[in-house]
């Protein structure tokens, strides 16, 4: 049996006295396109952080495409792509030239780059707008532009942190036909954050729910709502997370930050 191409083991994230990740421990297989669904500040992007080396977890261990994330870091970040929750792309630079910049950063060369390029910008539809200054692209455009930016490397898993946040349905939609797409040609896992509960039951093989730091469900949408007693997904996770309306919590590792730096200038 293959190992898991995703595994957290009792992986816990402090920011000083603010544990913003619990002891959670869960695996995602390889090809699986797995959504990680929680309210405001439950600690969806500290996780995503920490699987992409932007975070040392406080304990546990982390593994991606069976490297250990903080003993071989280089390694586990040459196995994924990712699209951040904001815009990451230059705009200052046209599509190609984004793509040209992405592909030098992972050594990718010669007539494999623009291949690929070519190949990669004719799916997401902006190979006709391949010179154009990305400046002067809408909101959906510049998320095909990441998507496609990417996927680039071939990664053996996809992070995606709220890819679809303000886009319209039709782009939405577009947006996961490419990821679908991707994952079943290349049998590449698909790790993404949501407020779409929709969008998770469409696409999701899996779905965790974290709250407070805990994960507080695992399985299937089928089974989240068995579990519930609930019919849709948006009923069962409601049931596990409350009713209340959360406040837009502030990212703890930004306000960790923000206090540290303040401390520093003192």
Known sequence: MSSPTIKLEHVTKRFGKVTAVNDVSFEVEKGELFALLGPNGAGKSTTIKMLTTLLKPTEGKLTLASHDVMKAQDKARKSF??????????????????????????????????????????MVELWDRRDTLVKNYSGGMKRRLEIARGLLH???????DEPTLGLDTQTRNLLWQYVRDMSREEGMTVFFTTHYLEEAEMVADRIGI?????????????????????????????????????????????AWAARHRSRMMR
Request: glycine share 6%; aromatic share 6%.
């Open 81 to 122: 792509g990712i699209v951040f929750q904001d815009p990451s792309v230059d705009t200052e630079m046209t599509a190609y030239e984004n793509m040209e910049l992405h592909a030098a950063l992972y050594s990718i060369k010669g007539n494999e780059t623009k291949n690929r390029i070519r190949t990669l910008l004719e």
């Open 154 to 160: 071939h990664p053996h898993v996809l992070f995606l």
């Open 210 to 254: 974290i709250d407070h730091g805990k994960l507080i469900a695992l399985g299937t949408s089928k089974e989240l709502t068995k579990l519930t007693g609930t019919k849709t997904l948006e009923q069962a996770y409601l049931e596990l997370t409350g009713k209340t309306v959360r406040d837009e919590a502030a990212d703890p590792h930004e």
